[in-house]
T-cell receptor
Framework: TQLLEQSPQFLSIQEGENLTVYCNSS?????LQWYRQEPGEGPVLLVT?????EVKKLKRLTFQFGDARKDSSLHITAAQTGDTGLYLC???????????FGTGTRLKVLA | GAGVSQSPSNKVTEKGKDVELRCDPI?????LYWYRQSLGQGLEFLIY????????KSGLPSDRFSAERTGGSVSTLTIQRTQQEDSAVYLC????????????FGPGTRLTVT
């Protein structure tokens, strides 16, 4: 069974601080995505990474796919209250079209 | 354009009753997924439809769960003889298909079994 473990599970920080969320697996994924979900809504895609070692930036968010395509990280610089939400990583299982979702990181940014 | 829509948004049912949840994907999207999310946690894959291919049902937790997709568009997830542990948010997503295409999610149906 392919699993994606996210850490930390919960994170509460002050506005302006930096943070990193990790997504780890012992399995190789064809691609990996990061989503943010707010209460009462479905997840919204932030980024897709497909190449080992790939780094993508989206404003203050930096995403990295591990060289072996087994892990990923999301780094937020100078967090804002609008970054508050549930962050989910999802990998596409090898040889299938099935997305395996991580356990989630609930981020709260305090003003 | 319209996004993925789901209905109903909330459903409260008594234990033992059957429920049907509906998903309208984005027009032209060939892939459709159903997920279950409990208490704001990660998503649990249930079933995947891709075009006219046989669906991947490997995530359905029991034979009380079934899903169909008519005409390659609308999908219905049916839960028979509901149990309290079925209470969760059921999310539908669609994509153009393929392993690197973005999934677009609907707002979900919150199911409460009393």
């Amino acid at each position: 069974t392919q699993l994606l473990e996210q850490s930390p599970q919960f994170l509460s920080i002050q506005e302006g601080e930096n943070l990193t969320v990790y997504c780890n697996s012992s399995s190789v994924f064809s691609s990996l995505q990061w989503y943010r979900q707010e209460p009462g809504e479905g997840p919204v895609l932030l980024v897709t990474v497909v190449t080992g070692g790939e780094v993508k930036k989206l404003k203050r968010l930096t995403f990295q796919f591990g060289d072996a395509r087994k892990d990923s990280s999301l780094h937020i610089t100078a967090a804002q209250t609008g970054d508050t939400g549930l962050y989910l990583c999802a990998g596409v299982a090898s040889g299938t079209y099935k997305y395996i979702f991580g356990t989630g990181t609930r981020l709260k940014v305090l003003a | 354009g319209a996004g993925v829509s789901q209905s109903p948004s909330n459903k409260v049912t008594e234990k033992g009753k059957d429920v049907e949840l509906r998903c309208d994907p984005i027009s032209g999207h060939t892939a459709l997924y159903w997920y279950r999310q409990s208490l704001g946690q990660g998503l649990e894959f249930l079933i995947y439809f891709q075009g006219n291919s046989a669906p991947d049902k490997s995530g359905l937790p029991s034979d009380r769960f079934s899903a169909e997709r008519t005409g390659g568009s609308v999908s219905t997830l049916t839960i028979q003889r509901t149990q309290q542990e079925d209470s969760a948010v059921y999310l539908c997503a669609s994509s153009l298909g393929g392993r690197i295409y973005e999934q677009y999610f609907g707002p979900g149906t919150r199911l409460t079994v009393t």
